[in-house]
């Protein structure tokens, strides 16, 4: 039965690393959480190793920035992984080829620019890859839409039918379908990943719920703690990503019910239910170790 509790200090001793979701989490886009952003400072000086895990699309360095802006201290994680990372690193090695079209922000130019050292390395030893019309491509790299502020996924749907007449491959660099900024929903790749799969069209998948971002992150804790087998906990607000794949990997989950889910909870985001609580993750055969309003 999940443990419904009030701050991470209660349970961060059990544990020698955190995975921790960003969006909902530790900000909303706009600002951080101070809260959450004291927590995760507590967290290491216990010795507890943080490892931001995000399903952004844009490499750790461009997150690393963005978390400079909002005010996030540096000396509150040790590591960032990032969704963009783990599909860099399929990028690079051809998952959907060599000539691909993308579909994209220009805000998300760093993911084929700005590569961390690790997928750098691999890259060096690999062709080149190619930006092309989609006529032109053999596959796609989706980081999300062009104008996420205007646009919805119902705009790509002639491009996306294109794209499965051709029989490309979707290289999908976030798996989120929506996420929240400041008081805005916003569509995400996931989204349009999700209808090409609806057309018949395949799509891979590299952040979470989905093994390769875990893979990665836990490549790199390897290289920032001494534990052999470290116990780690996973921390977010998004039932589809943080909590089903910190399950699938065997791993505690904090289920954050405060997030993009806190109006199934009661009217009080701070005060969840646990009636509702207890029944809606039984409804969807779910069990986090622990479930916390808001990360503090």
Same mark, same amino acid.
């Given at each position: ?67 400079? +802006? ?7 994680? /040790? =590591? ?5 990372? &783990? %599909?860099?690193? $399929?990028? #690079? ?5 060599? +000539? ?7 805000? /998300? =130019? ?5 590569? &961390? %050292?690790?997928? $750098?390395? #691999? ?174």
């Amino acid at each position: 039965m999940t443990r419904l509790i009030a701050s991470l200090a209660e349970v961060s001793g059990q544990y020698d690393a955190v995975f921790c979701d960003l969006w909902g989490c530790l900000h909303n886009g706009k600002v951080a959480f101070p809260a959450a952003v004291a927590a995760l400072h507590a967290a290491r000086a216990q010795g507890v190793t943080v490892v931001l895990l995000t399903n952004a699309p844009r490499p750790k360095s461009s997150v690393a920035a963005q978390l400079d +802006r909002l005010g996030v201290p540096r000396n509150a994680w /040790d =590591e960032i992984v990032t969704s963009g990372d &783990a %599909a860099q690193f $399929a990028l #690079v090695t051809g998952a959907v080829g060599r +000539r691909i079209h993308h579909i994209g922000a220009p805000k /998300d =130019e760093p993911f084929f620019t700005d590569f &961390a %050292a690790d997928i $750098a390395a #691999v890259a060096a030893g690999q062709p080149p890859v190619q930006r092309v019309t989609l006529d032109e491509a053999e596959g796609i790299v989706c980081t999300g839409l062009r104008d996420d502020l205007t646009e919805t996924p119902a705009d790509y749907r002639a491009t996306l039918m294109m794209a499965k007449q051709l029989g490309l491959p979707m290289l999908c660099a976030n798996p989120d379908i929506v996420v929240d900024f400041g008081d805005r929903r916003l569509w995400c790749a996931g989204a349009l990943a999700r209808d090409y799969e609806g057309m018949g069209g395949r799509a891979l998948y590299f952040g979470k719920p989905h093994p390769p971002i875990y893979d990665l992150a836990r490549r790199r804790l390897s290289a920032r703690t001494k534990a052999e087998a470290p116990a780690i906990l996973c921390i977010g607000d998004g039932v589809g990503t943080d909590v089903q794949g910190g399950l699938a990997e065997g791993l505690d989950v904090m289920f954050v019910t405060g997030g993009i889910e806190s109006a199934a909870f009661g009217p009080d985001a701070q005060r969840p239910d646990p009636a509702r609580l207890e029944t809606w993750l039984a409804e969807r055969a779910l069990s986090p170790v622990w479930a916390i309003p808001h990360l503090a």
